[in-house]
């Protein structure tokens, strides 16, 4: 198994096929085109940097043809791509690079101060930049390389790792997830089975590739679907919609929210969807409702995380029966198993918690899909990675059909005078209010209680709301207990790759002389 072949599989069925849009650069690539630079580049890497299998590769850019080029050529040849977030400082990329260790540093034309001071600072042999003009060493390399035959393309494996992805680090230091090309084969299959992918559909990226969502690119590329590359604006993303008859795309509920916000949304052109995905947290159900009105498709929700890409599953129909009222609270969870990951709910001791809907436990996959461990770090491996099982830290209960919710993450539970406190229970009760584009809650210190409930809100754009009045609304779907006590509000929350509020980046300056007992 090589991922590194999915170009040249389509390219041989049919050359002309497209298969890159890439909408910021105004650039558009078949697969005959892709696959044949994808040879050239990986022979470049190979044979005129002299790149050995195993090798690292670190790219830097936002989303864009060459970057999935990359990508391509190094599963191809057996390298390793390493891919950085570049909404991190340069101290922090720095430090991933150290730890990564590549052996070759590619970025955009955006970047290239950086990606020289970088390579610097990491000690990196070789750097590339691409422009928009095609000229530089990155397009220098593939036109001095040889096309056909890929060095190295033979020695590939399914076992041999072909990316590192850096978590989002919501509940501490970055860790980079090692997976395979079997690994994040398993979690194409499993996304393919759930997503229902036809090789007419056409996909659109909204999220960035240096995450989860440059295999979900790639796994729709795998049926000859042609992708498209945007940077996610809500009001861009509902003209490509409309331009490029776009069926299927991921998005998590600020997405959602932003694009059903857009000024004349109900006259966009959107029939051509087939359905959307949305992850990357809990969608209250508010918002699923009020997507499922708005959009002229289906909609599924996926649940996975950095080290496991999508484990469980709330389905198309789980959706439509919930709204039809057959069992409403299902829109509440994140759903069940997929078709390639065995899920369970256990305690500490790793037994399984009752199926009653009650009992919570920490959620455990067993998945081909599961990471080969965390890079170079065989400590947390040891404690993630356990008897075949991965153990995610998020706190669920379940039900006797198997329906998984997700009440928090482990460190993100609040004990407020001995109670348990959930956050997205409170999440949950904030967003009933109809102002609320997104909120994160969390437990600041109290010196009677322990912890006390504080919210940070997001607003919609042109709406109003008090502190009074989101305590109010919360207070109605709450025991007293429960409810914030303090609501703040900002322009925005801190967001890791995968879209995931960073708790810990708001949480932690409250914590700064005290120690939580979470």
């Known amino acids: 198994m090589n991922l590194g072949l999915i170009p040249a599989k389509t390219a041989a069925l049919?050359?002309?096929?497209?298969?890159?849009?890439?909408?910021?650069?105004?650039?558009r690539m078949s697969f005959g085109e892709l696959d044949h630079r994808v040879?050239?580049?990986?022979?470049?890497?190979?044979?005129?940097?002299?790149?050995?299998?195993?090798?690292?590769?670190?790219?830097?850019?936002?989303?864009?043809?060459?970057?999935?080029?990359?990508?391509?050529?190094?599963?191809?040849?057996?390298?390793?791509?390493?891919?950085?977030?570049?909404?991190?400082?340069?101290?922090?990329?720095a430090r991933i690079l150290r730890d990564g260790e590549p052996s070759l540093l590619v970025g955009s034309e955006e970047y290239a101060t950086l990606v020289e001071s970088l390579a610097k600072e990491a000690s990196i042999p070789h750097a590339l930049v691409f422009t928009a003009d095609a000229s530089g060493d990155y397009e220098q390399l593939i036109s001095g390389a040889a096309a056909g035959a890929v060095i190295g393309e033979d020695e590939v494996t399914g076992s041999d790792p072909a990316l590192i992805l850096y978590t989002g680090g919501t509940t501490g230091e970055s860790k980079g997830a090692l997976h395979s090309h079997h690994s994040l084969y398993m979690g194409m299959l499993n996304q393919s089975i759930a997503e229902r992918i036809v090789p007419t559909d056409v996909y659109m990226l909204t999220g960035q590739m240096?995450?989860?969502?440059?295999?979900?690119?790639?796994?729709?590329?795998?049926?000859?679907?042609?992708?498209?590359?945007?940077?996610?604006?809500?009001?861009?993303?509902l003209e490509v919609i409309?331009?490029?008859?776009?069926?299927?795309?991921?998005?998590?509920?600020?997405?959602?929210?932003?694009?059903?916000?857009?000024?004349?949304f109900e006259n966009y052109d959107l029939s051509s969807l087939r359905n959307f995905q949305y992850g990357g947290g809990p969608m209250p159900r508010s918002v699923v409702e009020a997507a499922l009105e708005a959009f002229p498709c289906t909609m599924i929700q996926g649940y996975g995380q950095t080290e496991g890409m999508t484990m469980i599953f709330l389905s198309q129909e789980d959706h439509q029966h919930a709204i039809a009222g057959d069992h409403p609270e299902r829109l509440g969870s994140c759903g069940r198993e997929g078709?390639?990951?065995?899920?369970?709910?256990?305690?500490?001791?790793?037994?399984?918690?009752?199926?009653?809907?009650?009992?919570?436990?920490?959620?455990?996959?067993?998945?081909?899909?599961?990471?080969?461990?965390?890079?170079?770090?065989?400590?947390?491996?040891?404690?993630?990675?356990?008897?075949?099982?991965?153990?995610?830290?998020d706190i669920a209960v379940w039900d006797e059909q198997g329906?998984?919710?997700?009440?928090?993450?482990?460190?993100?539970?609040?004990?407020?005078?001995?109670?348990?406190?959930?956050?997205?229970?409170?999440?949950?009760?904030?967003h009933q209010h109809s102002a609320v584009l997104e909120s994160a809650v969390f437990g600041v210190p109290d010196d009677v209680w322990g912890e006390a409930v504080k919210a940070v809100v997001v607003l919609k754009p042109n709406q109003t709301a008090?502190?009074?009045?989101?305590?109010?609304?919360?207070?109605?779907?709450?025991?007293?207990?429960?409810k914030p006590k303090s609501v703040d509000f900002v322009d925005a929350l801190p967001k890791a790759p995968?879209?995931?509020?960073?708790?810990?980046?708001?949480?932690?300056?409250?914590?700064?002389?005290e120690s939580r007992k979470v």
């Open 14 to 27: 049919d050359p002309t096929r497209e298969a890159l849009i890439d909408i910021p650069n105004n650039r």
């Open 39 to 93: 040879q050239r580049l990986a022979n470049g890497f190979r044979g005129t940097l002299g790149l050995a299998k195993g090798d690292r590769v670190a790219i830097l850019s936002k989303n864009c043809i060459q970057y999935m080029e990359a990508f391509y050529a190094c599963a191809r040849c057996g390298l390793i791509a390493q891919p950085l977030n570049w909404r991190l400082s340069e101290l922090e990329m």
């Open 210 to 237: 240096f995450h989860i969502p440059v295999a979900l690119a790639m796994n729709y590329m795998a049926h000859g679907c042609p992708v498209v590359l945007i940077n996610f604006d809500a009001q861009l993303a």
């Open 242 to 264: 409309e331009q490029e008859k776009v069926s299927a795309f991921l998005g998590i509920t600020t997405m959602i929210n932003w694009m059903m916000a857009v000024e004349g």
């Open 339 to 393: 078709f390639v990951s065995e899920i369970r709910v256990v305690d500490p001791e790793g037994r399984p918690v009752p199926k009653d809907g009650s009992a919570p436990g920490e959620i455990i996959v067993r998945s081909e899909a599961n990471m080969l461990g965390y890079w170079r770090r065989p400590d947390l491996t040891e404690k993630t990675l356990r008897d075949g099982w991965m153990w995610t830290g």
């Open 403 to 430: 329906y998984v919710f997700i009440v928090d993450r482990a460190k993100d539970m609040i004990i407020s005078g001995g109670e348990n406190i959930y956050s997205t229970q409170v999440e949950a009760a904030i």
């Open 466 to 482: 008090t502190e009074a009045e989101i305590i109010a609304e919360a207070s109605k779907h709450l025991a007293s207990y429960q």
């Open 498 to 513: 995968t879209g995931k509020i960073l708790k810990r980046e708001l949480r932690d300056p409250y914590w700064k002389t």
